[in-house]
C-alpha cells in the first residue's frame, strides 16, 4: 500500500445469510481524487458505501482509512460522511442548524460553528441561507444543504450515494459539476456511487464497473470506454458492434475489409482470431471503397447532430453515428471506412 492509497478495500466479501451481495472486492482510492461505482440497480453499489462508512461489517476482508486499519472502527470514529439520494434534511431545523448539526454533536461552540457553516454555504452558492427552513428552498437547494452539511464537517473521506436521482436534468447536470468542482478545490477522497454512465464519467478520476457483487474493470472514462476489457463492459458502456475477425502483425481483417490498427497492441492479443468492436463514431460511410466494405442500409433515424444509422455489413447489424454532413437519407448502399478510434479488440470467447 503506498501513502497515497487513502481508501483501500482488501478481499472484502459481504454475505447477508446464505446470498454473497460482495465478493473478494478489491479496491483502492488514491488521496484527493474520485472514483465511482457504476452498476445497474442491486450489484452491490449502496452496500459497498455502507461497509466503508461502518454501517455494515464484512464478512471478511479489511477496511483501511490513510494506512490505518478501520475493519473493525466504529461509524463514528471513521470520519466519513454519506450525501444520500434524499437529502435527509431535520425540517423543523434552519438551514443553518441543518448544516451546523454535526459540528453541534461534535462540541464544537457557537462561534466557530457559525463561522464554518457560513463558509460550507458559500461553497455551495447558498451564502445568507442560514435562516430560511428547508420547506422554503427548491429540491435543488436542498440537495447543496446536503452537500454542504457533509463538507461542513471536513470528513475524512465523502461518500455519494445516488445524490441526483431526485433531481431533474438540468439541475443534475449543474449539481454533478458542482460536487466535482468542489471535490477537486478542496481535495476530498471521494467515491461515488451511480447507475448513471455520464454522471461516472462526468465526476470522476476513475470508475468502477461493478456486477453481481464483483468489479468487471476499473479505469478513468476513456480507457473504459476506447479499451473495455470483456464482452460485458462492451455492451455496458456505450454501443458498439461486435465483429469476428482476426489480427495480424497490427492489421486487423474484418469481413475481408483489412485495416491497419496502430494501437493494436494495447489489447494484448496474440494474431489470430479475436473479437473486434466498433463504436458507432469509428464508422464513416463513403461512396466509394473495396467490395469488402460494401453494406446495406436498413434505417436511419435523424437525430439533430447525428444520424442514427443501422447498415448490414457481412451479414451483421452495424451501429452507424453518420455526420448529417456526409450522410445522404436515400442511400441504398454504402462503403464501410473504420478510423481506429472507437475500434477495439478482445480475445475470441
Ligand atoms: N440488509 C440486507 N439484507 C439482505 N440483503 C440485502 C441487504 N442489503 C442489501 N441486500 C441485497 O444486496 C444486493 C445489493 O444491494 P445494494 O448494495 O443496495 O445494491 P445497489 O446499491 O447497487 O442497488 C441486493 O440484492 C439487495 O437485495
Ligand atoms: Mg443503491
Sequence with gaps: MSSNDFLVLKNITKAFGKSVVIDNLDLTIKRGTMVTLLGPSGCGKTTVLRLVAGLESPTSGQIFIDGEDVTKSSIQNRDICIVFQSYALFPHMSIGDNVGYGLRMQGVNAEERKQRVKEALE??????????????????????????????????????????????????????????????????????VTHDQTEAFAVS?????????????????????????????????????????????????????????????????????????????????????????QCQIKSAVYMGNHWEIVAEWGGKDLLVNGKPEDFDPNAQQAYVHLSEQGVFLLAKE
Excluded: W
Design 123 to 192: 461553497l455551495v452558492d447558498l451564502a445568507g441561507f442560514e435562516d430560511r427552513f428547508v420547506d422554503q428552498i427548491s429540491g435543488g437547494q436542498q440537495q447543496r444543504v446536503a452537500l454542504a452539511r457533509a463538507l461542513v464537517l471536513k470528513p475524512k473521506v465523502l461518500l455519494f450515494d445516488e445524490p441526483l436521482s431526485n433531481l431533474d436534468a438540468n439541475l443534475r447536470r449543474s449539481m454533478r459539476e458542482k460536487i466535482r468542482e468542489l471535490q477537486q478545490r478542496l481535495g476530498i477522497t471521494s467515491l461515488y
Design 205 to 293: 478520476d476513475e470508475v468502477i464497473v461493478m456486477h453481481k457483487g464483483k468489479i468487471m474493470q476499473k479505469a478513468p472514462a476513456k480507457e473504459l470506454y476506447l479499451r473495455p476489457n470483456s464482452l460485458f463492459l462492451a455492451n455496458f458502456m456505450g454501443e458498439s458492434s461486435i465483429f469476428a475477425g482476426t489480427l495480424s502483425q497490427g492489421n486487423v481483417n474484418v469481413n475481408g475489409y483489412q485495416f491497419p490498427l496502430a494501437n493494436a497492441e494495447q489489447f494484448g492479443l496474440a494474431d489470430g482470431e479475436c473479437l473486434v468492436g466498433i463504436r458507432p463514431e469509428a464508422v464513416s460511410l463513403k461512396n466509394t471503397g473495396e467490395a469488402s466494405q
